[in-house]
């Protein structure tokens, strides 16, 4: 049987109510049932992310919410198990949009296949190969034109992409990089990574830190939003740039923090970008080629956050502890092994 877990009720804003999502069992296709062109995926693991609560809302976005009785979208990696394609073989690893569920079923063009450069694993296209690194890496290469010599600020710099984006500016001569985050352990991993300071945005005197080690910015990598942001823009240099990643402050707040500090934009002529990874599906080759050599060359950690309790039964607990700060990198849920014993085949 495939265990599914779907959106039951839609949730207001603030924390997710423990009755959004309902688990399902539906039994899982034989080979024979499989079109032309289809495959049957067993997912290993499963990505979370603080977009998904975006996706949970039925409004206007750059992409259609989660049905009501739809399995939770989550992009995810697996094995093909069943196929009636000849680019898909029994085996192979896969990534795709496979949700939270134990088995994925469709057309095999929606599977990207795997080769995962020396030193990496499936795994790793979830995170610095997957969109947490393509947003990194497009967020500050495209969007904040990142050059030798800015000062760049990350907020959320122990999460998911804040780790990446760091680790790319540390990597760019003479920049020096400051990093935002809500714990001693993370701030200490930042530090470690090579930050010249770092800000617990948790410490009463956080604005005055942000001041002495900050000065003014070229770069403000968002992930985070809120009071953080709008303190932010009153310590900007002529002509900086705020990328707009993310705002996981506001996603599950209920009322979401009102900007007062805007205007600054106009007086030292910034500019506030957003941008979506998606927009950049044509280039991905780019961002993954850059980011496989600093994985190689070991100028890229990358740390997970493993949620490994009852397979997809830990992915509502886990996306809660996602707006509690829970994860230091990248949280995933791990589903299956990935030991192909003849059971597994179908």
């Known amino acids: ?41 067993r997912v290993m693991w499963l990505s979370l992310d603080p977009a998904m609560r975006g996706w949970l809302r039925d409004a206007r976005s750059y992409i259609p919410p989660v049905k009501i009785n739809e399995v939770m979208r989550a992009a995810g990696v697996g094995k093909v198990v069943a196929s009636k394609c000849p680019k898909r073989q029994v085996g192979d690893e896969v990534e795709g949009t496979f949700g939270w569920q134990e088995y994925w079923v469709g057309p095999s063009k929606y599977t990207e296949l795997l080769h995962p450069p020396k030193g990496s694993s499936a795994l790793d296209y979830l995170g610095p190969l997957g969109s947490s690194g393509l947003t990194a890496y497009f967020g500050i290469t495209d969007v904040g034109q990142i050059k030798d010599g800015d000062t760049v600020v990350v907020s959320g710099a122990a999460g998911s992409v804040g780790l990446i984006v760091t680790q790319i500016a540390i990597s760019h001569p003479k920049c020096k990089v400051i990093g935002i985050a809500g714990s001693t352990n993370k701030c200490k991993t930042l530090k470690d990574l090579g930050c010249h300071a770092v800000i617990n945005y948790k410490d009463q005197d956080w604005r005055k830190q942000f001041k002495d080690s900050v000065g003014f910015f070229d770069i403000y990598f968002d992930n985070v939003g809120g009071e953080l942001l709008d303190f932010a823009l009153t310590r900007m240099n002529p002509h900086a740039k705020i990328v707009m990643c993310g705002a996981i402050s506001d996603y599950n707040s209920g009322k979401p923090y009102r900007l007062g500090n805007y205007q600054a934009l106009i007086a030292q002529k910034g500019t506030m970008q957003g941008f979506i990874v998606m927009d950049y599906t044509k280039r991905y080759h780019e961002g993954r080629a850059y980011l496989a050599k600093m994985l190689s060359e070991g100028k890229l950690q990358y740390k997970y956050h493993v949620i490994d309790n009852g397979g997809v039964n830990g992915c509502e607990d886990g996306l809660r502890g996602l707006f509690k700060g829970v994860n230091e990198g990248k949280m995933v849920v791990k589903v299956w092994d990935g030991q192909m014993e003849r059971s597994s085949k179908l």
């Open 1 to 41: 049987m495939n265990t599914r877990i779907v959106l039951a009720n839609r949730p207001a804003e603030g924390p997710i109510p423990p009755n959004t999502f309902k688990q399902e069992q539906r039994p899982v296709p034989k080979k024979e049932d499989l079109k032309d062109g289809e495959v049957i995926v």
